[in-house]
C-alpha cells in the first residue's frame, strides 16, 4: 500500500534536511544524499561518481524505513555486505519516523554512514 500525502510530506520534511546539510554543500561534486519512495518504504542512499567513467554517479543503500500500516509503525533496516536488508536491532521499530531519522543520523553503531 503506497504512503499517503500526508506521510510523505512528513518524510520530505524529515530527510530533506538530512539530504541537503551545509556539510554536503562542500562536497557536492564528490557526494550526495537523497530518498527515494517505493510504495509503502524509504530508501536512504548516498551517491558518489563512479570510478569509471567519473561523469556517472552511483548510489549506495544507507537505510530503509518501511510503514507497517496495519501495526502504525515504521520499521527500520541496514543493508549489510551481502547487500541484504536486515533490521536495525537497537532501534528498529517506532511510531516515530523520526526518532528512527535521527537514529540513521547519529548513527551511534556506524552501520549507516561508516
Known sequence: MPLSELQQAQIAKLLTPLCHSPALARVADRLRHGYRINGNAVELFESRPAFRPPHHWEDHAV???????????????????????????????SRDLGRLVAEVDRDPTGIFWG
Open 63 to 93: 537505510a530503509k524505513f518501511r510503514y507497517v500500516a496495519t501495526r502504525r509503525v515504521w520499521r527500520l533496516y541496514c543493508q549489510f555486505r551481502d547487500l541484504k536488508w536486515r533490521a536495525y536491532e537497537p532501534c528498529f521499530e
